[in-house]
């Protein structure tokens, strides 16, 4: 009697793991459904945002795109936000969260650029970040390396550098 019980108590706690297992795996799964679509939310208040932003910086916008991916001997580079006019081409990392790493994923992104998308090689490329929330030292960092800074100021986007930034045109190395 004291087996059988024992046994059913075993097949109750298995039971209750893998429904608690498939609880997990489906609120973590919405979880990330709703950061992606955060990350849409907050791309698509910087998007039309660039067009003034960089006009004011003496760079015209002619073209703004969302979401371009290329891939290439294996590999793939996405953009979140890429403005281009006959001159400059610029790549713009959008974070809801802006940290440090994404500001370095960023810079090696600008690396590799021209290799992803070598239509665009007699232009001069420069970079930008985005985010809503900016983590401690991430804005300062992406200004020393010559990146654009872009966050929420109210319910607009403006670019936190100061007017004497110059920005860093990104050649293959």
């Given at each position: 009697m004291l087996k059988e019980q024992s046994l059913e108590t075993e097949r109750i706690l298995k039971e209750q793991s893998l429904k608690t297992d498939r609880q997990i795996t489906r609120l973590s799964k919405e979880i990330g459904n709703l950061g992606g679509k955060w990350g849409r939310f907050v791309e698509n208040m910087v998007a039309p945002a660039c067009e003034t932003l960089f006009l004011n910086r003496e760079i015209p916008v002619h073209q703004v795109s969302q979401r371009v991916r290329k891939r290439l001997d294996g590999k793939t580079l996405e953009i979140d936000v890429l403005v281009t006019n006959e001159n400059h081409v610029l790549?713009?990392?959008?974070?809801?969260s802006l940290s440090v790493d994404d500001v370095k994923e960023l810079i090696k992104n600008l690396t590799e650029f021209r290799q992803f998308f070598p239509e665009y090689n007699?232009?001069?490329?420069?970079?930008?970040v985005?985010?809503?929330?900016?983590?401690?030292g991430a804005d300062k960092y992406a200004y020393r390396q010559g990146l654009f800074v872009l966050a929420q100021r109210g319910e607009n986007v403006a670019i936190l550098n100061d007017t004497e930034f110059q920005p860093k045109t990104w050649?293959?190395?």
């Open positions: 790549v713009v990392e959008v974070k809801s007699h232009k001069q490329l420069y970079g930008a985005a985010g809503i929330e900016i983590e401690e050649y293959n190395p």
